[in-house]
């Protein structure tokens, strides 16, 4: 391991690279990155670095819409075939129908989607800022896509607004459910729970703090509490146990893993940076439609 710890740090000044990662990596790529964040973090964070080289260790919407951020970098997506099954789940054809229908209505876009689609949305979000962003939206009507969960939770923070949920969910969090989780409370009767708004409403409905996954590592952080019940993925449990080495985390279930995150390693990003593959290649054209819908996330999300 060491070994191969040395090549990318070499390659990396070599190639100018930074690496970037999401909070449910596998640990050992976790240990390799330079920044670590939820996806509102690491969108924000491509725009900043100087670097000519991003390594994205993430699913493949997080690493295009890094391309999608700054297209005159190099963005290795590190395993091509690591996607988000949530980002297939809405097509043109659904925000086309949707757009008939309703003479005013805003489409909203969890960043988890296709850069093919973010070209048609007005604005995307991320669950660490969507609750800044949808209040400054004029119109009454907003089609959510893809993710019901996170739409319907938001539809329940803002009842002035018509929310059109699209059906699209996240396999990892969608079968996470309520009597498994209560089981999980009498065993751990003092546990918090701390859910993620992908979870379904049975799941959220029980838990004490929803957010997205740094909102879930800060509130542990400034908690008193002492034991916490975890409703996201299990790569988080590797941030939570590094801040609060004296604070005790529980699953609902060992099922909490998104394998595409898994399947990023450390040798692939040795081997990405050597041999240049699966950089993000998207046309200009796409890079410039899809871009307006990001941009505009980070300016409305400040
Ligand atoms: P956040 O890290 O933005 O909360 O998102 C979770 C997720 O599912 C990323 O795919
Ligand atoms: Fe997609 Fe769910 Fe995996 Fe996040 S955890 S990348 S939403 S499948």
């Known amino acids: 391991m060491d070994n191969l710890i040395n090549k990318i740090n070499e390659l990396k000044k070599q190639r100018d690279a930074v690496i970037l990662g999401h909070y449910y990596l596998e640990r050992d790529v976790l240990d390799i990155c330079d920044y670590v964040g939820d996806s509102f973090y690491l969108a924000k964070k491509a725009t900043e670095l100087e670097n000519k080289t991003i390594v994205f260790c993430g699913v493949r919407f997080m690493g295009e819409s890094a391309k999608i951020l700054n297209p005159d970098k190099t963005v290795l997506l590190v ?68 993710d019901k969960n996170l739409g319907g939770y938001l539809a329940k923070q803002f009842p002035e607004k018509n929310f059109i949920l699209h059906p699209g969910y996240c396999p990892v969090h969608e079968r996470m459910n309520k009597d498994e989780l209560l089981e999980a409370k009498k065993l751990h009767p003092g546990a918090l729970v701390m859910a993620h708004p992908e979870c379904n409403e049975g799941v959220l409905g029980v838990a004490d703090y929803i957010g997205s996954t740094t909102g879930i590592i800060d509130f542990v952080a400034n908690s008193d509490n002492d034991e916490f019940i975890i409703a996201s993925e299990l790569g988080m449990f590797y941030e939570l146990e590094k801040q609060n080495p004296h604070k005790h985390f529980y699953p609902i279930k060992a099922d909490q893993i998104c394998v595409d995150m898994k399947k990023i390693t450390p040798a692939k990003v040795a081997a990405s940076l050597e041999n240049d593959f699966d950089g993000v290649v998207l046309s200009g054209e796409l890079i410039a439609e899809a871009k307006k819908s990001l941009d505009r996330m980070l300016e409305m999300a400040k």
């Not at 297939?88 to 689609?117: G, H, L, R």
């Open 79 to 146: 395993d091509n075939s690591a996607i988000c099954p949530m980002a297939n789940m809405v097509t043109k054809e659904d925000i086309d129908k949707i757009k008939a229908a309703y003479d005013d209505v805003c489409v909203v876009a969890y960043i988890n989607s296709k850069s093919e689609i973010k070209r048609y949305v007005d604005v995307c979000v991320t669950s660490g800022n969507a609750h800044n962003i949808i209040p400054k939206i004029k119109n009454k009507n907003i089609y959510f896509i893809p």
